[in-house]
């Protein structure tokens, strides 16, 4: 029964905008870890340092504006009511 409750729970969380918005932000940030981990695994020297501070760095600021934009979506949404 509890399995049950979770799977309702998670499809009506993922069912509204923001719970979907979230759960791409989460998907793309486990993208960029894995791969990254996938880089320094097959090939240590693949990346230097000040590559991956840039790649690091334009990707948190990518993901900041990603979540700046639907914490505005939240704000719009609210406003409607």
Same mark, same amino acid.
């Given at each position: 029964?509890?399995?049950?409750?979770? *799977?309702?729970?998670? *499809?009506?969380?993922?069912?509204? @905008?923001?719970?979907?918005?979230?759960?791409?932000?989460?998907?793309?940030?486990?993208?960029?870890?894995?791969?990254?981990?996938?880089?320094?695994?097959? @090939?240590? @020297?693949?990346?230097?340092?000040?590559?991956?501070?840039?790649?690091?760095?334009?990707?948190?600021?990518?993901?900041?504006?990603?979540?700046? #934009?639907? #914490?505005?979506? *939240?704000?719009? @949404? #609210?406003?409607?009511?």
């Amino acid at each position: 029964m509890l399995v049950a409750s979770k *799977r309702h729970y998670m *499809r009506q969380y993922l069912e509204s @905008d923001l719970g979907f918005y979230y759960g791409v932000g989460a998907f793309i940030i486990a993208i960029f870890v894995i791969g990254l981990v996938a880089v320094a695994v097959i @090939d240590p @020297d693949g990346v230097g340092t000040v590559e991956l501070v840039g790649l690091a760095g334009g990707f948190f600021v990518f993901m900041l504006v990603y979540f700046i #934009s639907v #914490s505005v979506q *939240r704000l719009e @949404d #609210s406003e409607n009511v």
